[in-house]
């Protein structure tokens, strides 16, 4: 027999993915199904109710079965290589930022040092996969919808990475694992309540930025139906734009998370004494309620313009964000 | 070894997306067509070509991207150990985020940062233009 001990982390980690790549499907088909479901009754009707007796529940299964048997249609003007490369960028931007996700302390791919900088570095991967794919389809819809996308998405880039400091700079590390350590015992310790109000502010301004880097609405101009097709992806048809789609709900549930990790307390428990619900419940909990306001924004809030999206994130973010890192800064410093 | 379970992750990405075309190339149809493989454009031939030449603004876009950028490289060391540096890290940041802060100043007293900025110019070039479409 041969020894496995070298091995064992090798394994840990492989298996640890397979579950990761399952739950992540499993996450996409469920929020699909929500996302139907949630706006049908915010506009007063339904949703899906007929395939699989109760609420539609078998609709995802049967869409993802449609689009496995679906024509893979390239069109003969592209560019072949880079559009058949665009969905494995954005996929690998997507799955990778899941891998410092700490769903519990020991419940995580691999707890870097510097965990939420390279969240930040390798979901930039998705802006290259976006631009790549708009600009390989060869096709108007598809490039002014690549353009608008890269430009939103790295314009919103510094309002996050500015309002991720803030728990940076109070837990004095980037590693995830000890920033939810360090808001153990209650949600009064939750950085979001930490230092009234800045903090607050800095969860707010994430979020907000955040649905502009997944292309959520009210920041869906990359995909503006009504007025571009569908953005990037006009030319994608069944598996091969089911992957951006599985990367997109990927994306909204990894900014989630990273919300709930930083600033809502991880796998930690609002009350000290509900600690003994597991923790991945607490997390998963946390990261699909800020997923369900995501879909809740969407079907309330009209798209923005393209001017009025450049002047929240330039006029509004960025100043507020610098302010807040300077006072939180000040405050980090004279408490010690 | 912190950054193996990382390349795994990535290794993972790039497998399942490779496994779900796979799978779509076993089961599904494949007849492609001169009509089907045309661009869409809404059902009209295509005119032109997309690869055009875009707006200057996304390029100032880009480059203002890019200072900020940087300076957020330079913010998460001192964000990590601004506890055990004290006041003077502090002010030390506070003067560098100023002196971005005045290019910041700067690049909005320009209008850079509106999205459309039409010149007087401009407005008179396409009042002429529209004169003469219109004789």
């Avoid at chain 1, 990894?254 to 809502?264: H, K, N, Q, R, Y």
């Avoid at chain 2, 075309?21 to 089907?36: E, M």
């Avoid at chain 2, 059902?43 to 603004?57: A, K, L, M, Y």
Wanted: with cysteine; net charge negative; aromatic share 16%.
């Amino acid at each position: 027999m041969i020894a496995l001990e070298p091995y064992l982390d090798l394994i840990i980690s492989v298996v640890y993915v397979v579950g990761i790549v399952l739950f992540l499907s499993l996450f996409a088909l469920f929020a699909t199904w929500l996302e139907r479901k949630v706006a049908g009754h915010i506009q007063d009707r339904l949703g899906p109710m007929e395939t699989g007796g109760w609420h539609g529940w078998l609709q995802p299964i049967a869409d993802a079965i449609k689009l496995l048997i679906k024509e893979d249609i390239i069109p003969a003007a592209a560019d072949k290589k880079l559009f058949k490369l665009a969905p494995y960028l954005v996929f690998i931007g997507s799955l990778a930022g899941f891998a410092v996700l700490p769903f519990a302390a020991n419940l995580i791919g691999s707890d870097l040092n510097i965990g939420v900088y390279y969240v930040i570095a390798v979901t930039s991967l998705v802006v290259i996969g976006i631009l790549m794919a708009g600009w390989a389809s060869n096709n108007k819809w598809s490039m002014y919808g690549a353009m608008r996308s890269a430009a939103q998405m790295i314009s919103y880039e510094i309002p996050v990475a500015l309002s991720l400091l803030i728990p940076v700079m109070m837990a004095g590390t980037m590693s995830m694992v000890e920033i939810v350590d360090n808001q153990a015992g209650g949600f009064w310790n939750w950085y979001v309540f930490r230092t009234m109000p800045f903090s607050l502010i800095a969860f707010v301004i994430y979020f907000w930025a955040s649905l502009a880097e997944v292309n959520r609405a009210p920041f869906d101009l990359p995909e503006a139906e009504s007025e571009l097709v569908a953005g990037y992806f006009t030319e994608y048809s069944g598996i091969r734009w089911a992957m951006f789609f599985l990367a997109e709900y990927g994306d909204m549930f990894v900014v989630s998370a990273i919300a709930a990790t930083v600033f809502l307390g991880g796998w930690y428990a609002p009350f000290p004494f509900l600690d003994i619900i597991p923790g991945p419940i607490w997390f998963i909990g946390k990261t699909a309620f800020l997923v369900f306001v995501q879909m809740w924004l969407r079907w309330t809030l009209p798209r923005l313009r393209v001017d009025q999206l450049m002047y929240v994130c330039w006029k509004i973010f960025l100043p507020f964000s610098f302010a807040n890192l300077l006072l939180v800064g000040l405050w980090v410093v004279l408490k010690g | 070894m912190d950054f193996a379970p990382i390349f795994i992750f990535i290794a993972a990405a790039a497998a399942t997306v490779f496994a779900a075309l796979l799978v779509n190339r076993l089961i599904a149809p494949h007849k492609p067509d001169p009509i089907k493989l045309t661009t869409y454009e809404c059902g009209e031939e295509p005119v032109g070509s997309p690869w055009i030449r875009f707006n200057t603004r996304f390029y100032v876009i880009a480059l203002i991207f890019l200072i900020f950028d940087v300076e957020v490289l330079f913010l998460f060391p001192w964000a990590v150990n601004l506890k055990s540096l004290g006041l003077f890290a502090w002010i030390d940041m506070a003067i560098f985020i100023t002196i971005l802060g005045v290019g910041l100043a700067y690049v909005w007293a320009k209008k850079d940062l509106e999205w459309i900025k039409p010149s007087m110019g401009d407005i008179e070039t396409i009042q002429r233009l529209e004169e003469q479409n219109n004789a």
